[in-house]
C-alpha cells in the first residue's frame, strides 16, 4: 500500500518559486488608475504578502525578490533591478517568518498584520536607504517614502484577502507551504 | 515470450479526504495487460480517472498528491512506487492532456533537450537528436520559437518530440489525438510501429483509427475497466456509445428539437482589425442569430472563430460596422455595454472565471449582484444544481473534477439568462454525451448557442445551422444536414 | 495590457558584445559612479553612455529614455539644493539661499548618477535576451535550481498574462448587471481566478520536472552555452581593457 512521499520534492519546490515569481511579475503589471503613479506604484506587493501568507517565507523572498527585479529588467528601469531583489525578497522573508507564528487553521491575524507592519518598515526604509546611497539622493528619496508606504500597506491588505480568499477556494495550497 | 511492458493487477486508488468528506475513490481493483510492442487505448468519459491511472504508471501519482495505492504494476520493468520519476526517464515518457502543465522552457530545442541534458547526453548527439526529433513533427522552423506561441496541436507534437528525443521504452499518451489532426495523429501511429514501441493511449473520443492500429481497447468507467476489444477484434461500438465516447451513427441525433425562432441578433457589416500593419483582419458582411437556435462556428485555428464571438459579447469594438439585437419588435444598434449583458461568451478554460469557496455561491454570485431575493436565489441555484447535475453546494469548485468545473460555468451562464452564448470550444476535455447533456440543459431555457468548434462532426450532430469561417470571412451558412464533410473542408479535424 | 519584453533585437556593437562581458562592464561602469574622483567624470561617463544608446539603439530609444528621468531629475535638481546649502551663495531670495555651490555640485553628481546609472543598465538590458542572461549567470555561478526557477517564470510569464487578460473578460461579462464595483471590487475576484490557475499548475509542473530527469544525481550536460576557448579569451581581454580604461581616471587623480 503507497500513500504517496510525504517530503515536498525539489521538483515541487522549483516549480512552485517559478510559477510564483511569474505571478509577482503578472500582478506588477496590474495597471491603477491612479494619475502620475504609473511606474512607482504597483501591486506586485500583494502577490509578495500573497505568498509570505500563504505559501511562507522562502517562497515569498526569492519569488518576491526574483519577480520585483524581473519587474524592472523588462520595464525599462533596469538600474532597481538589485534593489528591488534585495528589499522585497527581505520584505516576502520577515512577513512570512512572522505570518508563520500562530499558523493553525484559521488565518493568525493579529501575526499577518505584524507581518505587514515589519514588511513594509523594510521596504520602505530598504528603498529610502538605496535611493539615497545609490540614486537621486535623500531628496528624492523622501518624495517616494509616502508612495512605498502605501504600496506595501496596500499590498499587506490585499495580499491578506486574497491569502484567505485562494485558501478558501483552493484548500490544497497548503501543501505548497515551506 | 517477450515479457509485456506493462502489467496491473488489482489497482485501486482512491485520493485523499478533503475538508470532512470522504476519499474520492478512482480505480476499484483494475486489471490490464499490454502485450510486448503493441498499442493500447483506454477510453472513458471525462472524470473517470484516466489522467489518474496515466500518472500512477508514470510513478506520478500518489507521489505528487497523496492518497491511498493498492495492487500490484510492472510498468517497463519496474514497480512505478520504487523508483522516482527522474530515474525512469528513459523507460516511461508521457505527454500530459494539458501540453501547458508540461512545458517549462522558454525555447522549442530547449524542451526537446531538457531530459537529454538530465541524462548528461553530450553536446553533439543532443543537437542530433532535437534537429531529428523536431523534423520529425514538422516543427524543424521552430526551433528558437517560444513554445507559448504555438497552437494546441503544435505544442502536442513538441512534446511528442520531446520523447521521440530520448526514445524511452513505454510510451504513456494521455488525450495526445485531441488537438492533432488526422495526418499527424496517422504520422505518429507510424512512428510507434517502426520503432515497435509498446504506448498506451487515453482518451475521451472515439477515433476509427483506434480500430485499426491497436490491439487492445477498454472502457474505464465508474472507476471499473471492461475490455471494447482484445487482439485486433472488432471493438463493441454500443458499449463506446452507452458511454457517450463516439457519436451515434444517425446525424443530428443530438440536436435539440427545432423550433419557431426569433432573431435576436444582427450583424452588418462588421469590420475589425487587429493592430499592426498587415495582421488578421475580421470582416462579416452580415449574419443573423436565433433564440433557441444551436449554430456551429466552424474554422482552422486562426480563422477568426474567437474573434467573432468575442466582437459579439462586445469584448471587442468593431472599426466599423454594427450590432443589433432585438427589442421587441425592432432592432436596435447594441453598445458594447449592452452587449456584455445581453450575450455570454463561455471561454474554453472554466477557471477563468472561478473564485469563490463554494458551488453554492458561484451560482449565486450573478443573481445577487442583480438584486434578486436571497429565498428565490436558493431555489433557482437548487435548481440549476440539479439540471447541470453539480455536486452539492459546499463543494469547492476549484477541487471539482474538469466535466464539473465546465458545467458549473455553464450553470452560471444559464442563470444569468443570457439570450445569447456564444461556447468556445468548451467541447474539449468532455465527452460527447456529457457535452450534448449540457447543450440540452443551456438550449432549454430558450437561448440561443453559438458553438465555437473545430470539431466537424459534432458540429453536425449538434447543430441546427453550420457557419464556416476561413480568413476572418464567413464562407458557408447552411442548415447542418447540408454540411457534408468533404477533403479540405476547413475545420474538419475528426 | 502588453506583455512587457526588454530585448530590443539587433546588430548594433553592443547586440555582438559577449553578454558575459556586457554585465561584468556594467558593474565596473556602475561601480564608477561611486568611486571618489573629479567632478568632471561622471557627467562625462553619463555623455558617452548616451551616445552609446543613441548610436546603438537609435536616437528615439534615446529619447524616451531620457524623457522618462526627466521628472525624477527635476525632483532632484528642485529638492537637493535645500538639503545642500554649504559653499558660496549662487541664487538668493529675501536672505533665503536657495542655491550654492555645494547644493549645484551635488545636483550636478546626482543627476550625472542617476542618468548615467540609467543609460547603463538600459544599454545592457535592452541587448541582452533574458535566456543568455540565464546561461550567463550559471557562467558566473548560478545554481542550477535558481537558473531553472528564472526559465519557468519566463515561460509563465506570457501564460499567466493571458489568463489575467481572460479572467478580466469573464468576469467582466459575468457581473456586468448590478452596480459597478471600484478598482478593487473588480480585481480582487480576477486576481484570485489568476492565483488559483497559478497555484494549481505547480503538481503537474513538478511532476513534468521529474519525468524529464530532474532531481538525477548525475551531472547535467547543457544544450546551449556562450562560445569558449578564443572567443571567450578575447571578450574577456577586451573586457579587462575597458575596465582599465574606466578606471584610469580615477587612479591618475589620485
Known amino acids: ?178 | 515470450m517477450t515479457a509485456s511492458p506493462l502489467s496491473i493487477h488489482g489497482l485501486t486508488f482512491s485520493y485523499p479526504a478533503l475538508q470532512g468528506r470522504s476519499p474520492h475513490a478512482v480505480l476499484d481493483g483494475i486489471s490490464f495487460r499490454l502485450p510486448a510492442a503493441c498499442r493500447g487505448v483506454i477510453l472513458g468519459a471525462a472524470d473517470q480517472g484516466k489522467t489518474t491511472l496515466a500518472r500512477i504508471l508514470a510513478g506520478l501519482v500518489p507521489r505528487f498528491t497523496g492518497g491511498m495505492l493498492q495492487g500490484s504494476m510492472t510498468v517497463a520493468g519496474r514497480d512505478p512506487r520504487e523508483t522516482r520519476p527522474f530515474d525512469s526517464v528513459q523507460t516511461i515518457g508521457v505527454v500530459f492532456q494539458d501540453a501547458d502543465e508540461q512545458i517549462f522552457t522558454t525555447r522549442c530545442d530547449t524542451e526537446v533537450a531538457f531530459a537529454m541534458e538530465s541524462l548528461g547526453i553530450p553536446l553533439a548527439a543532443m543537437q542530433q537528436r532535437v534537429a531529428e526529433s523536431l523534423a520529425l513533427v514538422g516543427l524543424s522552423d521552430f526551433t528558437s520559437r517560444n513554445p507559448a506561441t504555438l497552437s494546441g496541436g503544435e505544442k502536442k507534437r513538441l512534446l511528442i518530440a520531446c520523447l521521440a528525443a530520448v526514445d524511452p521504452d513505454l510510451w504513456i499518451l494521455d488525450e495526445v489525438f485531441q488537438e492533432l489532426d488526422h495526418t499527424w495523429r496517422t504520422a505518429l501511429l507510424e512512428l510507434l510501429v517502426t520503432k515497435s514501441k509498446p504506448a498506451l493511449f487515453f482518451d475521451s473520443r472515439w477515433t476509427p483509427l483506434y480500430a485499426t492500429g491497436f490491439s487492445d481497447l477498454s472502457v474505464l468507467s465508474a472507476c471499473r475497466l471492461a475490455a471494447v476489444s482484445r487482439g485486433g477484434a472488432a471493438p463493441d461500438m454500443e458499449l463506446l456509445c452507452r458511454e457517450g465516447i463516439c457519436l451515434p451513427d444517425s446525424a443530428g441525433s443530438g440536436r435539440p428539437l427545432d423550433g419557431a425562432w426569433e432573431p435576436l441578433l444582427r450583424v452588418d457589416g462588421l469590420s475589425y482589425q487587429f493592430p499592426g500593419k498587415g495582421s488578421f483582419s475580421l470582416n462579416v458582411g452580415s449574419l443573423e442569430l436565433r433564440s433557441g437556435e444551436v449554430c456551429a462556428l466552424v474554422g482552422r485555428n486562426g480563422s477568426g472563430k474567437s474573434t467573432l464571438g468575442k466582437a459579439l459579447c462586445g469584448l471587442l469594438v468593431p472599426q466599423a460596422g454594427t450590432i443589433s439585437l432585438r427589442a421587441g419588435r425592432e432592432f436596435r444598434r447594441a453598445s458594447p455595454a449592452e452587449l456584455n449583458r445581453s450575450v455570454g461568451y463561455m471561454f474554453q478554460n472554466p477557471d477563468y472565471q472561478i473564485f469563490l469557496p463554494t458551488v453554492f455561491e458561484e451560482l449565486a454570485l450573478g443573481l445577487r449582484a442583480a438584486g434578486i431575493a436571497q429565498d428565490v436565489i436558493r431555489g433557482r441555484v437548487e435548481e440549476a444544481q440539479r439540471l447541470f447535475h453539480l455536486p452539492p453546494g459546499d463543494m469547492p469548485p476549484a477541487l471539482m473534477s474538469y466535466g464539473a468545473r465546465k458545467r458549473l460555468q455553464a450553470a452560471t451562464y444559464n442563470l444569468l439568462g443570457r439570450r445569447l452564448l456564444i461556447l468556445d470550444e468548451i467541447d474539449s476535455g468532455l465527452s460527447y454525451r456529457e457535452f450534448m447533456s449540457l447543450i440540452s440543459a443551456l438550449v432549454s431555457s430558450g437561448s440561443g448557442l453559438l458553438l465555437i468548434t473545430h470539431d466537424a462532426a459534432l458540429a453536425r450532430a449538434i447543430a441546427h445551422r453550420v457557419i464556416v469561417i476561413d480568413e476572418g470571412r464567413i464562407v458557408r451558412d447552411s442548415p447542418a444536414e447540408l454540411f457534408a464533410s468533404s477533403p479540405g473542408m476547413p475545420g474538419e479535424s475528426r | 495590457m502588453a506583455v512587457p519584453s526588454a530585448f530590443l533585437p539587433g546588430r548594433s556593437i553592443l547586440h555582438r558584445l559577449d553578454p558575459r562581458a556586457k554585465l561584468i562592464l556594467l558593474v565596473a561602469v556602475a561601480a564608477c559612479f561611486f568611486l571618489p574622483g573629479p567632478r568632471w567624470i561622471a557627467p562625462a561617463y553619463t555623455v558617452f553612455l548616451a551616445l552609446l544608446v543613441g548610436l546603438c539603439l537609435g536616437f528615439r530609444e534615446l529619447g524616451m529614455v531620457l524623457a522618462a528621468v526627466v521628472p525624477v531629475l527635476a525632483v532632484i535638481c528642485v529638492l537637493t539644493p535645500v538639503f545642500r546649502r554649504g559653499g558660496d551663495t549662487l541664487v538668493a531670495l529675501f536672505d533665503v539661499r536657495l542655491l550654492t555651490t555645494d547644493g549645484l555640485a551635488e545636483v550636478l553628481r546626482l543627476v550625472s548618477r542617476f542618468t548615467g546609472l540609467t543609460l547603463a543598465f538600459y544599454a545592457v538590458f535592452r541587448t541582452l535576451d533574458m535566456n543568455e542572461m540565464v546561461i550567463s549567470l550559471r557562467w558566473f555561478g548560478l545554481p542550477y535550481r535558481a537558473a531553472l526557477v528564472l526559465t519557468i517564470a519566463f515561460r509563465f510569464i506570457p501564460t499567466l498574462f493571458g489568463v489575467y487578460q481572460s479572467s478580466r473578460e469573464a468576469h467582466l461579462l459575468r457581473m456586468s448587471q448590478g452596480r459597478r464595483r471600484g478598482f478593487f471590487g473588480r480585481t480582487m475576484p480576477v486576481l484570485t481566478s489568476v492565483v488559483i490557475h497559478a497555484v494549481r499548475q505547480i503538481p503537474s509542473l513538478a511532476m513534468a520536472l521529474e519525468i524529464r530527469g530532474f532531481g538525477r544525481l548525475s551531472p547535467r550536460t547543457s544544450f546551449r552555452s556562450l562560445p569558449s576557448g578564443r572567443r571567450l579569451v578575447a571578450a574577456l581581454a577586451l573586457t579587462g581593457g575597458l575596465c582599465a580604461l574606466l578606471i584610469a581616471p580615477f587612479v591618475l587623480a589620485l
Request: charge should be positive; include cysteine.
Open chain 1, 1 to 178: 500500500m503507497s500513500s504517496g512521499d510525504r517530503t515536498q520534492p525539489s521538483s515541487l519546490r522549483v516549480a512552485a518559486i517559478g510559477v510564483i515569481t511569474a505571478l509577482v511579475v503578472v500582478i506588477g503589471y496590474v495597471r491603477v488608475p491612479l494619475p502620475a503613479t504609473q511606474g512607482i506604484f504597483t501591486l506586485a506587493d500583494i502577490a509578495i504578502y500573497f505568498a509570505a501568507f500563504a505559501l511562507g517565507p522562502w517562497t515569498a523572498a526569492i519569488a518576491g525578490g526574483l519577480g520585483t527585479g524581473v519587474i524592472d529588467l523588462i520595464g525599462g528601469t533596469a538600474q532597481y533591478a538589485p534593489t528591488s531583489l534585495l528589499v522585497h525578497g527581505l520584505q516576502g522573508l520577515l512577513a512570512g517568518l512572522i505570518a508563520s507564528i500562530g499558523r493553525g487553521s484559521r488565518p493568525p491575524v493579529v501575526s499577518w498584520i505584524f507581518a505587514g507592519i515589519c514588511g513594509t518598515i523594510v521596504m520602505a526604509g530598504g528603498y529610502l536607504a538605496a535611493e539615497t546611497l545609490l540614486y537621486g539622493g535623500f531628496a528624492k528619496a523622501v518624495t517616494e517614502v509616502v508612495f512605498n508606504l502605501a504600496q506595501s500597506i496596500v499590498g499587506a491588505l490585499g495580499g491578506g484577502l486574497l491569502a484567505v480568499a485562494v485558501r478558501r477556494a483552493y484548500p490544497p495550497i497548503e501543501r505548497l507551504r515551506w
